[in-house]
Nanobody
Framework: QVQLVESGGGLVQPGGSLRISCVVSGHTGSSTAWFRQAPGKEREFVGAFRRSGGGGMTYYGDSVKGRFTVSRDSGKNTVYLQMNRLKPEDTAVYYC????????????????????WGRGTQVTVSS
């Protein structure tokens, strides 16, 4: 059974940094990702890590590229989202997701590529 548990959300000032984590257990698919959802908006792709050979590739949504970094610690079964230069518009519930198989890279930004989801962690950027 695949389980994903996010942690590390909280309140941070604009321009600040925050790292959130997702412990993933029982996962055999190739990809894990972060999405976010603000009130009244659709779930938005943030970033993804796709295993490839002995390493992996990362992919990012346009609104966070250059500010956010996705990383993975295989030994701890944990995926991280490092968020820098945070803005009020980054305020949302952040969700961790995992694929059941090996979706192609062009599909990683879509909710439909992922079968498993965590419950989310709230990130609020405000002064």
């Amino acid at each position: 059974q695949v389980q994903l548990v996010e942690s590390g959300g909280g309140l941070v000032q604009p321009g600040g940094s925050l790292r959130i984590s997702c412990v993933v257990s029982g996962h055999t698919g190739s990809s894990t990702a972060w999405f976010r959802q603000a009130p009244g908006k659709e779930r938005e792709f943030v970033g993804a890590f796709r295993r490839s050979g002995g390493g992996g590739m990362t992919y990012y949504g346009d609104s966070v590229k250059g500010r956010f970094t996705v990383s993975r610690d295989s030994g701890k079964n944990t995926v991280y989202l490092q968020m820098n230069r945070l803005k009020p518009e980054d305020t949302a519930v952040y969700y961790c997701a995992a694929s059941g198989g090996n979706p192609i890279s062009s599909s990683l930004r879509y909710v439909s590529a992922y079968e498993y989801w965590g419950r989310g962690t709230q990130v609020t950027v405000s002064s």
